[in-house]
């Protein structure tokens, strides 16, 4: 009998290294937006009047509303985990559950918005894109490239959060052993922090 | 109690990082809203970082874990603001 060992204490787990492997992953996709970001840096100050016309088109109250929802759910999984640190099983469910409600609403807006654009016979290798200035051109190829890629990363966070609260509904993820939720947390604030930059780039600057 | 050294965030400091965050969202919305030229860029990018920095810093846990993750992330922004200063210095003088 080992009775020296704390029973909660599971030999075969490292937090802290599941962590750090998490954070790892992290900084290799803020340098994959980093990259782009700078992209867009560059053709923006190669082209800055046709950057400047273009992002007219891009409607702000949306972008407002997208950047508020993603804010309140980047704030329930960080509230989620506080309610798992204690010990509220029934509060992370909620709170998880809301933060999925939350992303839908996101995609679902991001659905009218690029709709509307699609309805304009604005969207990627369309004649109406083929057919505009340099910098028009590059400044939607980089919104939709770039919102696009971001909308997958939702895709996949939800994906997560959604394997998380089926697993902390089966008592798999608990007050002693919560690593994947906090590591599927990190990778929805990822989503958020991006989120941040992409708002202010595409839909304020001029 | 295998998480003793864990530090355990209230839910209402998260709240107020939330208010505070969508005030600066508010905040950025109506400064690029004005005429400021140049300076436009300028603030909503500086707004930008201090909500990114909020995020990273309440809600990542950052504030609260130990300095490894802080180092490490301190590291890759320093390469990646690299990159960006020779990126432009590239374009500025070419």
């Known amino acids: ?206 | 109690m295998s998480e003793e050294k864990t530090h355990v965030v209230s839910i209402k400091t998260h709240l107020l990082v939330l208010f505070t965050l969508i005030i600066l969202t508010i905040i950025t919305v109506l400064i690029t809203s004005i005429e400021l030229g140049p300076y436009n860029t300028a603030a909503a990018m500086i707004i930008a970082s201090v909500k990114a920095l909020v995020v990273l810093l309440y809600f990542m846990h950052l504030r609260f874990d130990e300095p490894i993750y802080r180092i490490m992330f301190g590291l890759v922004i320093a390469i990646f603001i690299a990159v960006i200063i020779v990126t432009f210095f590239d374009y500025l003088y070419r």
């Open chain 1, 1 to 206: 009998m080992e009775t020296t060992i704390n029973p909660s204490v599971d030999l075969h787990r490292d937090d802290t290294a599941s962590k750090i492997g998490m954070w790892l992953f992290i900084f290799t996709e803020i340098l994959l937006f980093g990259g782009l970001f700078l992209v867009y840096s560059v053709y923006r100050f190669r082209n800055p009047v046709a950057f400047h016309l273009a992002h007219e088109e891009l409607s702000i109250t949306m972008g407002f509303i997208n950047t508020v929802i993603l804010l309140i759910s980047s704030a329930t999984v960080a509230i989620a985990i506080t309610a798992m640190q204690k010990h509220n099983k029934k509060l992370t469910m909620m709170m998880l559950g809301l933060t999925l409600l939350l992303a839908l609403v996101f995609l679902i807006n991001k659905y009218f918005e690029w709709g509307a654009k699609f309805e304009h016979g604005m969207y990627p290798g369309s004649e109406l894109m083929a057919n505009l200035g340099h910098g028009d051109m590059l400044f939607f190829s980089l919104y939709f490239f770039m919102t696009g890629l971001h909308g997958v990363h939702i895709i996949i966070g939800m994906t997560l959060l959604a394997i998380t609260l089926v697993k902390v509904k089966k008592g798999a993820v608990h007050a002693g052993k919560y690593q994947l939720l906090e590591n599927s947390g990190l990778y929805w604030h990822l989503v958020d922090l991006i989120w941040i930059f992409l708002f202010p780039l595409f839909y304020l600057i001029h």
